[in-house]
């Protein structure tokens, strides 16, 4: 690519595109913000094109897929932004950071739908096994979901692997549930796992900031996050914490649905007490 920024092509250099495609980059120009948190399922629905489409046009653009032009997006927009931002002191550092998270919980807590909550509760209470996926930063939720279900003594297997996540998913039996913690909801592997589950008509759940992914439309429920992720903030506090909110409202849902399971919570605390100093 040439110095020229993706959006000043997107503005000038539509001629050679077909119209859908241009649809598409007009689209992008105008909403470049709020594009660079979408997953090629959502852009495809916004412009009312397709999937394929959205790729034909990154493409002429000269990148290889919509992935790669979602990251320079996301770039130009830093770019830009930055240069127009004086220093932070100290303080507004910590400031950014504690409103950035409030912010997360609360517009999570907007978000929930309590429904698909209690249905997920309903889901896990009624579980023979729940196994648990995800990689890069969601790997540390899905660590902290499992920690919460082992608490409670519920029956939980985790995989980073995701070799051997699809070599289980083969054997999931009708009583399994899956749950799928993806911030993006297009993570390849995940997606791929996904498929494996519903050619079985296994339960699958997606805990993730996007409501409309490949992931998604594969799980038999999602459940949303506020504070997408963009290629440049991956991994951070807002997205993640939002998530932690959700699955702790989850463990404080199954309790009251299943109250034997706090009598499991102290046991689970005793057997812990003799490896404290």
Known sequence: MNSISILTKLRSQTGSLSPKQRLVAQYVSVNAQQVQFQTITELA???????????RMCRDFGFKGYSDFR?????????STSSDVEDKSESDIFTMAENE????????????????VISVCNTFSSANNVHIVGVGASQVLAQ?????LVRIGISTNIYSDTHMASMRAIKAGEKDVWVFVSSS????????????????????????NIKMSPLASLCTQTLVAASPESPLTGG??????????MIDVLMRGILEQNPELEQVFEYTADATMALMI
Do not use: P, W
Request: glycine share 2%.
């Open 101 to 116: 998270a409030v912010r997360a919980i609360r517009d999570t807590h907007i978000l929930i739908n309590k429904s698909k």
């Open 185 to 208: 909801g297009s993570t390849r592997e995940l997606v791929h796992i996904a498929q494996i589950l519903e050619r079985k008509s296994v339960q699958s759940v997606c805990l993730s």
């Open 71 to 79: 990251m320079a997006l996301a770039k130009d927009i830093s770019a």
């Open 236 to 245: 951070s506090l807002s997205s993640k914490i939002g998530v932690m909110y």
């Open 144 to 148: 902290y979901l499992h920690y919460r």
């Open 45 to 55: 629905k916004s412009t009312q094109t397709s999937e394929a489409t959205v790729v």
